[in-house]
């Protein structure tokens, strides 16, 4: 099964790719993550991307499309997965195509404008394995450590207010144009994000059905 999830930032795809990813026994791949992941190691694309992410501005196509590839072709992702976060734009939906994979639906988590600041000053992150949590609808059991790898809960710094403005301006230009990419092409599925994550999977579920 090779899944996309579609949203905004703080639409909550993340937390339900990671819900999904357990059910399903397959890998969910978030570029985010691994962004994150190379701008702590210091990578070169790491280095790359941190300026961009930083600023609340997409990460350029050619890296992202790059370190996609390399991840999707490891042996973790050959029975399927969950893409979060990635594609971002229709170029990075044309490479994939380009690559040959065969995506079996597009699950689009639709959030009002509106709710999403909240969410995201409620979003915390794993600093380590990049497990997601919410202060409201998932705080981790011990405050500021990760319920699966025992690493620091915190915010992500492009969560602040001023980022989160144009994180979403970006958002609507660059990547809601995927929703109709993607109908066209009979493949997606619309889930309206509700407050409790329990709530949104049960939706989800019913649309992966
Ligand atoms: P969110 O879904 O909350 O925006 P992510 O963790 O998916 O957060 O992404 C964080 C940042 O990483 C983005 O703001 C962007 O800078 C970069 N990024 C992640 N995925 C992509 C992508 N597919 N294309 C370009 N930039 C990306
Ligand atoms: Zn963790």
Redesign the pocket.
Known sequence: MKLIFLGAPGSGKGTQAEVVTNKYGIPSVSTGNILREAVKNGTKSGLEAKKYMDAGDLVPDSVVIGILKDKIAGDDCKNGFILDGFPRTVAQAEALEEMGVEIDKVVNISVADEKIAGRMGDRRV?Q??G?SYSVTYKPPKAEGV?D??G?KVAQRDDDKPETVKSRLAIYHDKTAPLIGFYEKRGKLVTVEGQEEIADTSKLVFAALE
């Open positions: 794993c380590d394995c497990a990760c699966s790898c690493g």
